[in-house]
């Protein structure tokens, strides 16, 4: 029996991680760290929530006590640090959280890890390993040619992959400087069950059954490269597995996509299957996003090569396996939807002039 420690894992990704590990092996154990801010919903979890192999913790990452803890009441063999303020447009009214997060908390981790890991001078527990889930966002931005390896040198841009970049710096101190047994890996855009609807698809979704208008920031021609995020799993599960130490793993299907066609392709999907009075007349061109990047995407042959990983759902299902979902969840949509994200909704896209 392995032990994971997976913080975050009442998020987006992390509850989608947390699902795939237990359903898909019977001798993994998981206890999931998770602070519950407005991104954590433990409904996420209600399919394992009575798993014996499974249990929750509400906690910080920041929090030295709190991790220390359960470094002492637990055999931890792998660490999947997942917990991380994540949303681009509130590091840029808010970056304080970020750091405080994304930096500090990554460094609270690592050193609990260490302290409860350790067995000699740079001697850790057999086995063990501590993996850091970060973003093709620490990467900057492309042109119109070429892709991220991960040799490309870190160029952030927002307040958010700043505190990513910083977050990877410190992994990777680890591993250099105590030959702490680390892993990072670095995905592109990911879609799927349980996306908080501050992100594009789940938020164009809602406003499209809403019949409120369409937010694209700037001209929509921005690239995203977008993954199912059961592909990004099972990535993030073989890294564990079989990643070399020490090494940065990205992770990507080629799915570039520009923000409109995104857009276009939901108001398509609701229009032939739930209302066919929504339309592309439903699009509003907004004030941009501040230092917005215009194109990611991931070279992903590193991992392919020495793990062979591959995405095995690909944009044109995903997108329709991923709205079908919201609509056949409409109660988790509604209650997601309802109260404080009224509120943020409102100030977010109130400040933001039509083009
Ligand atoms: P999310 O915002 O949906 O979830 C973040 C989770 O972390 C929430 O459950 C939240 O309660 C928890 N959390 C926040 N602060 C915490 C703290 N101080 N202590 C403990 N828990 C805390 O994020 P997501 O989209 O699932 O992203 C998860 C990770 O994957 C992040 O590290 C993000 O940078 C990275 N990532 C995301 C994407 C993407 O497309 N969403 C792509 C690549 C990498
Ligand atoms: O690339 C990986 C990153 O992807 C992750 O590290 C981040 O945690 C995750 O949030 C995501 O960042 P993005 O900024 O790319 O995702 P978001 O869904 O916020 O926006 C996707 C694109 O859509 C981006 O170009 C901005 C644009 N957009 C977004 C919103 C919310 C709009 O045009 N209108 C909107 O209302």
């Not at 109660?331 to 100030?347: L, P």
């Amino acid at each position: 029996m392995k032990t994971y420690l997976v913080t975050g894992g009442a998020g987006f990704i992390g509850s989608n991680f947390v699902i795939y590990m237990l359903n898909k092996y019977d001798d993994v154990k998981i206890i999931n760290v998770d602070k519950l801010t407005y991104a954590g919903n433990l409904e996420n979890l209600k399919s394992v929530e009575n798993n014996p192999r499974y249990s929750f913790v509400q906690a910080d990452i920041c929090d030295r006590e709190a991790i220390s803890k359960i470094f002492a009441e637990n055999d931890i063999d792998y660490v999947v640090n997942f917990a991380a303020e994540s949303h681009v447009d509130r590091s840029i009214t808010n970056p304080e959280i970020f750091v405080k997060t994304n930096v500090e908390g990554t460094v609270n981790m690592l050193q609990c890890a260490k302290v409860a890991w350790t067995i000699g001078d740079d001697q850790y527990k057999e086995g063990v390993k501590y993996l850091q889930v970060s973003t093709d966002e620490v990467y900057g931005s492309l042109g119109e040619t070429g892709y991220f390896m991960e040799t490309t040198p870190l160029d952030p841009h927002s307040p958010y992959s700043s505190s990513k970049a910083a977050a990877d710096f410190f992994v990777k101190a680890f591993g250099d400087t105590y030959k702490f047994p680390i892993n990072i890996t670095r995905c592109s855009n990911n879609y799927g069950p349980f996306q908080f609807p501050e992100k594009l698809i789940p938020l164009i979704m809602n406003n499209t059954l809403q019949h409120k208008d369409l937010p694209v920031y700037g001209d929509g021609m921005q690239i995203r490269d977008w993954l199912y995020v059961e592909d990004h799993c099972k990535a993030i599960d073989m890294v564990i597995r079989g990643g070399r130490l020490g090494e940065v793993y990205n992770v990507g299907g080629h799915n570039e996509k520009p923000n409109i066609f995104i857009v276009k392709s939901i108001i398509e999907y609701i229009k032939e299957n739930v209302d066919e009075t929504v339309g592309e007349h439903m699009i509003k061109h907004v004030t941009d996003r501040k230092g917005h990047d215009r194109r990611y995407g991931i070279d992903p042959q590193k991992i392919k090569d020495e793990l062979g990983w591959y995405p095995e759902t690909c944009f044109e299902v995903g997108i329709k396996k991923t709205l079908k979902w919201y609509l056949d969840n409409k109660e988790w949509f509604e209650n997601v939807t309802s109260g404080a994200y009224q509120k943020y909704y409102d100030n977010m896209y109130s400040g933001k002039q039509e083009l």
